[in-house]
């Protein structure tokens, strides 16, 4: 089992990012993903999460309105649109998958799998 998550970098505020986490070893459409991040001396807080089959969201209210989660299970991969980044945003981001979490349990822990951060760095 191994979740990738990939796609983070350096922007300036106001940039955009798309985070993508792909999963091998298991049947993605059957787990909810996370987007967790972590920055320097804060704890890990759940940025989004989305159900098994696409079908709700969670978003919380510092992203609201300028991230979108999507996922292709055909592909194994989940994705994170981050737009209007601000400096607030640059942390370390994990995806995490929880088995057949709706997306109420989806934001709390309890995840099965975690993949490796990917550093994301926003610069005013």
């Known amino acids: 089992v191994q979740l990738q998550a990939w796609g983070g970098g350096l922007t300036q505020a106001g940039g955009s990012l798309t985070l993508s986490c792909t999963v091998s070893?298991?049947?993605?459409?059957?787990?909810?993903i996370g987007w967790f991040r972590q920055a320097p001396g804060k704890e890990r807080e759940v940025v989004s999460c989305?159900?098994?089959?696409?079908?709700?969201?969670y978003y919380s209210d510092s992203v609201k309105g300028r991230f979108a989660i999507s996922r292709d299970n055909a592909k194994n991969t989940v994705y994170l649109q981050m737009n209007s980044l601000k400096p607030e945003d640059t942390a370390v981001y994990y995806c995490?998958?929880?088995?057949?979490?709706?997306?109420?349990?989806?934001?709390?822990?309890?995840?099965?799998?975690w993949g490796q951060g990917t550093q994301v760095t926003v610069s005013s």
């Open positions: 995490a998958a929880r088995y057949r979490a709706t997306v109420s349990a989806a934001r709390e822990s309890g995840y099965n799998y």
């Open positions: 070893g298991f049947t993605l459409n059957r787990y909810a």
């Open positions: 989305v159900t098994g089959s696409g079908a709700s969201t």
